[in-house]
């Protein structure tokens, strides 16, 4: 069994992006990054630290908005509007979940599609369905980087995908079938999940429940990748996969932490160098 160790590769792309920002700056464009939080969601305002904390380690200008959440709608679009206009700002994030009175669709549909580093705007998601150049959300987008590190290619392979968030599972599934394999979905209304992964090659899930994956339902020698993030109640955090009897019976397993957690922000630093790409791209046409 191998470890697919996102940390190490996240620190490999950190260190690439880093020498591209460099490179960048000298010819006068600092990448630029805005994050919105609204709310204190403990988990949100942890993500949001990490995403700020590695821009700076790798020369990304980054902003947080933090915002109330007695915001209103149409003021939180009306911040959005102005990052839309602000030439310093290449990509913007708003850290979901958001709370119940904002239309998280219309939010999301406000960022300027050339500035959604999430990927999240329906226009980039139809462009990922289609299978063309688009922002791919940083989560999928970092399995599949992960996976490629390894040498891992989907193509021809059975892949199960547990969980069907607009997040997740459902654009990662959409990039596991660009890349040639013949995806399954499960999710909450699926009757018997281990009738599925039991037949995979891949099996990916993210779900939010310790212990969903146990060993008897994967066979021996398939890719585990988990994307779940659990808190104990004890401080630890573990994923979706019942790990060490998983990872006796597989050839490669993401651990928790230190697996896709790491990739998904390498994911989004890459996204906002390449949204930087496009401003340098329209200063060198004028
Ligand atoms: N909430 C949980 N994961 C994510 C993510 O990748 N991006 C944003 N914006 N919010 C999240």
Known sequence: MTLLDGKSLSAEIE???AKDISTLSHNGITPGLAVILVGNNPASCAYVQMKAKACKRVGIYSLTHEMPSTITEEELLSV???L???PNIDGILVQLP???HIQTAKVLECIDPKKDVDGFHPFNLGRLVANVETFAPATPLGVMRLLSHYEINPSGKDVVMVGMSNIVGKPLSALMLNAGASVSCCHILTRDVGAYTRGADIVCVGVGKPG???ADMIKTGAVVVDIGINRLESGGIVGDVDFEPVAKKASFITPVPGGVGPMT??????NTCKAALYRLEKKEAR
């Open 84 to 86: 839309n206009d602000n």
């Open 80 to 82: 959005i509007r102005n």
């Open 265 to 270: 922000i390498a994911a989004l630093l890459q």
């Open 98 to 100: 958001l709370p119940p």
């Open 212 to 214: 969903l994956i146990k």
């Open 15 to 17: 260190n690439s992006l």
